[in-house]
C-alpha cells in the first residue's frame, strides 16, 4: 500500500488488520529478542532501539515476534476489518485511466480530491502538498478545470513521490518538506511558500509557479 493508506495483513479465511499511520506513525517489526528487523529507523537517529515510547499498539506473533505502531502524534488507527472496499485504486499501483477518472468530474479542489480515499487510496496531506508542487498545479484549483496537461503532470508527479516516500523511508523524506515553514521558499524557484487551508487541510504551495 502507498505511504498514506491502510496497511493490510491476510491469514487465510482469517480478519484483516487496517493501520492507518495518521501523519507520524511507523511500523517497526522486531525479532522475539527485540532486535528491530524492519522500520527501525522511525526515530531517524534520535532514538536507541528497542525506545519504544510512543509505541500505540502492539502485535505479538506465535514466535514472539511483535509488530508495534509508534506514533508521536496519536493521530493513527487501528481497525479489523476495515471497509476496504470503499477504497479507490491505490496510489502505488493504479492506472492512468483510474487516476484520470478520479479527477474526471465535480467541482473540489484538487487537493481534497486526491486526499479523498474513496477516489484514491494512499494519499495524505504531505504527499499531496509534493505532488501538486511537482505538478506545479495550485491546490485549491477545481478538478473540472484541470487541463489534459495538468492531469497528465499530478499523474506523473504522484507516481514519483510515491516510490519516493517507499524508497527513502516516509513522506518526511519528501523534497519539499523542509520548505513547509513560515519564511521558507520555493527550492526550485526561491519564490515564498504560501501556507492556507485548502479542503480544511493546511497546504503549502509556491507562490510563483502554483499561483
Not at 510512543?54 to 508521536?72: E, Q
Amino acid at each position: 500500500m502507498s505511504p498514506g493508506g491502510f496497511r493490510v495483513r491476510r491469514s487465510g479465511r482469517g480478519h484483516a488488520l487496517g493501520i492507518h499511520l495518521g501523519m507520524s506513525g511507523k511500523i517497526v517489526i522486531a525479532d522475539p529478542d527485540g532486535t528491530e528487523i524492519d522500520g527501525g529507523d522511525y526515530w531517524e537517529g534520535r532514538r536507541r532501539p528497542g525506545d519504544h515510547r510512543w509505541s500505540r499498539f502492539s502485535l505479538t506473533f506465535a514466535d514472539g515476534g511483535r509488530l508495534v505502531l509508534v506514533d508521536p502524534r496519536r493521530l493513527g488507527r487501528v481497525r479489523l476489518d476495515p471497509p476496504i472496499a470503499s477504497l479507490g485504486p491505490d496510489a502505488a499501483t493504479m492506472t492512468p485511466a483510474e487516476f484520470r477518472a478520479a479527477l474526471a468530474s465535480g467541482t473540489a479542489p484538487v487537493k481534497a480530491r486526491l486526499l479523498d480515499q474513496e477516489a484514491i487510496a494512499g494519499i495524505g496531506n504531505l504527499l499531496a502538498d509534493q505532488i501538486l508542487w511537482s505538478a506545479r498545479v495550485n491546490p485549491g484549483r477545481r478538478v473540472d478545470r484541470l487541463t489534459t496537461d495538468d492531469v497528465d503532470r499530478l499523474l506523473r508527479a504522484t507516481r514519483r513521490a510515491v516510490r519516493s516516500a517507499i524508497r527513502d523511508g516516509g513522506v518526511h523524506t519528501l523534497g519539499i518538506i523542509p520548505f513547509r515553514i513560515p519564511g521558507g521558499r520555493c527550492p526550485r524557484d526561491g519564490a515564498p511558500m504560501v501556507k492556507g487551508a485548502v479542503g480544511g487541510r493546511t497546504s503549502w504551495w509556491c507562490s510563483r509557479e502554483q499561483a
